[in-house]
């Protein structure tokens, strides 16, 4: 694979990228010049330069590459990726976060191939991501980097440990609940609590509830294309899961969950999301991923403010699935004139851990400080907390999150718990299409006019408010007039030539 040669970043073009210091000087040029976008929430932190300089007085050495950081919104990294890209803005390594993956910026040819380049570069990033490297995959060709410690995904009901203790009722770690078993717990919850309170926090715009029951491979995708169902297990057939009695049993469910008053009446309209909503303790709990970083986060924040933990009542198995590890991926556009050195920084990333914290924690001393007696767990210096400092990575999107100090409360168990967690995943939960990927290219109309339907439907016939006995025919002629058939077929095509090529 031919790669262009290097070339410097001008003075111009920093002063674009809005660079206030720490350019290298170098007589022979041997320096390259690395434009990375540096994702937040809308907030660039004041220390991003001094973490910058600290880094690239380890990496100009170590590899020769100078990195300057470009902050994005993580709300923005599609438009202003696709707007760099086009327009030739110099930009080296970019991201991906809640789209689904690469296939928007593969399609229009935004995008290097990366597979020789990990080959030759990458093998700490292949080390430490494993098998979620089959997320960054796309018609054939490794476009992504996952960014991923866990190696599946498991879901959960997260509810109020105190709830649970004052009602009695007792929870079992090692059991799947159903619906049933919820509805059941529901019911003794709210008989207690009564009026102001509701069971499940809930929030239209996030991941419909019944996604947290059905255990299906969405086949690098989403509903619109269709799924194989029993965690990709079962028979080859791509179905439409609207049309399942499993969807139509759990509309039934959640119709009964919202009139008993488990949902409360503006669920579908709510802006705050499910943790916020928790956090008035006005709720038993809410629908979750649920490995161990999860309920460890989830149980900090809920002692902060109610003075609980929260224990998960699992909804499905671990499991392994394409769509797991498209979550946040690092990409290479084609601006990038160096792919080699991007990818040797990338992977310095994942090999070097004191690159890996100065990107998490900043500078020891200013941002952060260990716990006495700890090599590995961290605290706020005195006078600083989350609410003032000057330097955080809010997103967790950075090289080998296991070589990341945690922040007290956490303790060094953490990293016990998530290789626990990935060690739990068996066979039998590991999709048989892991690293697949639908191409909806050729059905891009259907494709966006039925996620239109669902988008429409998923927060009020998906979450109780509406009558499945009145809607349900509705949504589906409306899927079906959208197109959905057409796509399905399209994706079992593609699907039979993927079987066919791993042979």
């Known amino acids: 694979m031919?790669?262009?040669?290097?070339?410097?970043?001008?003075?111009?073009a920093a002063m674009t990228l809005g660079v206030t210091g720490g350019m290298p000087v170098s007589a022979d040029d041997d320096i390259y010049e690395l434009v990375v976008q540096f994702p937040t929430l809308g907030t660039t932190p004041s220390d991003?330069?001094?973490?910058?300089?600290?880094?690239?007085?380890?990496?100009?050495?170590?590899?020769?590459?100078?990195?300057?950081?470009?902050?994005?919104?993580?709300?923005?990294?599609?438009?202003?990726?696709?707007?760099?890209?086009?327009?030739?803005?110099?930009?080296?390594?970019?991201?991906?976060?809640?789209?689904g993956g690469v296939a928007n910026y593969a399609?229009?040819?935004?995008?290097?191939?990366?597979?020789?380049?990990?080959?030759?570069?990458?093998?700490?990033?292949?080390?430490?991501?494993?098998?979620a490297m089959k997320g960054g995959y796309f018609d054939g060709a490794l476009y992504g980097i996952p960014t991923e410690e866990k190696m599946g995904r498991v879901k959960a009901f997260e509810c109020r440990k105190d709830l649970l203790d004052k009602y009695g009722i007792e929870y079992d770690e090692n059991k799947i609940y159903?619906?049933?078993?919820?509805?059941?717990?529901?019911?003794?919850?709210?008989?207690?609590?009564?009026?102001?309170?509701?069971?499940?926090?809930?929030?239209?715009s996030e991941d419909p509830i019944y996604s947290y029951f059905d255990h299906t491979d969405q086949l690098g995708a989403s509903y619109a294309s269709g799924v194989l169902m029993d965690y990709g297990q079962g028979e080859d057939e791509i179905v439409n899961y609207f049309e399942t009695q499993e969807f139509e049993d759990y509309c039934n469910t959640v119709r009964s969950w919202f009139e008993n008053g488990y949902l409360s009446q503006d669920c579908n309209t709510t802006t705050d999301s499910s943790l916020v909503q928790m956090q008035t303790g006005n709720y038993l709990g809410m629908f979750s991923n649920a490995e161990p970083d999860m309920i460890a986060n989830h149980s900090v924040n809920m002692q902060?403010?109610?003075?609980?933990?929260?224990?998960?009542?699992?909804?499905?198995?671990?499991?392994?699935?394409?769509q797991f590890y498209q979550v946040t991926q690092w990409m290479i556009p084609i601006?990038?004139?160096?792919?080699?050195?991007?990818?040797?920084?990338?992977?310095?990333?994942?090999?070097?851990?004191?690159i890996v914290n100065l990107l998490y924690r900043g500078i020891e001393g200013t941002h952060y400080n260990f716990v006495e007696g700890s090599d590995c767990v961290v605290e706020y210096p005195e006078g600083i907390d989350a609410s003032n400092t000057p330097y955080s990575?809010?997103?967790?999107?950075?090289?080998?999150?296991?070589?990341?100090?945690?922040?007290?409360?956490?303790?060094?168990?953490?990293?016990?718990?998530?290789?626990?967690?990935?060690?739990?995943?068996?066979?039998?939960?590991?999709?048989?299409?892991?690293?697949?990927?639908f191409n909806s290219n050729s059905v891009k109309t259907q494709y966006a006019a039925v996620n239109d339907v669902i988008t429409q439907y998923k927060a009020v016939l998906g979450m109780g408010v509406?009558?499945?006995?009145?809607?349900?025919?509705?949504?589906?002629?409306?899927?079906?007039?959208?197109?959905?058939?057409?796509?399905?077929?399209?994706?079992?095509?593609?699907?039979?030539?993927?079987?066919?090529?791993?042979?």
């Not at 590899?63 to 803005?89: D, K």
């Not at 709210?190 to 069971?199: I, K, L, M, P, V």
């Not at 601006?335 to 004191?354: A, G, I, R, V």
């Not at 303790?411 to 690293?435: Q, W």
């Open 393 to 437: 990575a809010v997103l967790n999107v950075w090289g080998d999150k296991m070589k990341d100090y945690v922040m007290a409360p956490l303790d060094e168990t953490y990293y016990d718990a998530m290789k626990n967690f990935n060690s739990s995943i068996t066979d039998d939960h590991i999709s048989r299409a892991l690293g697949y990927c």
């Open 178 to 204: 159903t619906l049933e078993d919820l509805s059941e717990i529901f019911a003794t919850v709210q008989a207690g609590e009564r009026d102001a309170f509701h069971c499940i926090a809930a929030n239209g």
């Open 48 to 99: 991003l330069q001094k973490v910058e300089d600290a880094i690239n007085e380890r990496t100009e050495s170590e590899i020769g590459v100078h990195v300057t950081f470009y902050p994005v919104s993580a709300f923005e990294t599609n438009n202003t990726t696709s707007l760099m890209v086009s327009s030739g803005e110099k930009l080296d390594l970019a991201i991906s976060i809640f789209e």
């Open 335 to 354: 601006t990038c004139d160096n792919p080699e050195k991007t990818m040797e920084f990338l992977n310095l990333t994942y090999k070097d851990k004191d």
């Open 466 to 503: 509406v009558d499945p006995a009145s809607e349900m025919e509705n949504f589906r002629s409306a899927l079906k007039a959208a197109g959905i058939d057409d796509v399905i077929a399209e994706n079992q095509k593609q699907y039979a030539e993927w079987e066919a090529a791993q042979q």
């Open 107 to 131: 399609n229009k040819g935004m995008l290097l191939e990366l597979g020789d380049l990990v080959d030759q570069y990458g093998q700490d990033i292949v080390e430490a991501e494993g098998v």
């Open 2 to 12: 031919k790669f262009k040669k290097a070339a410097a970043l001008t003075m111009a």
């Open 304 to 322: 902060a403010y109610v003075g609980t933990d929260v224990v998960p009542l699992y909804t499905s198995a671990p499991a392994s699935m394409t």
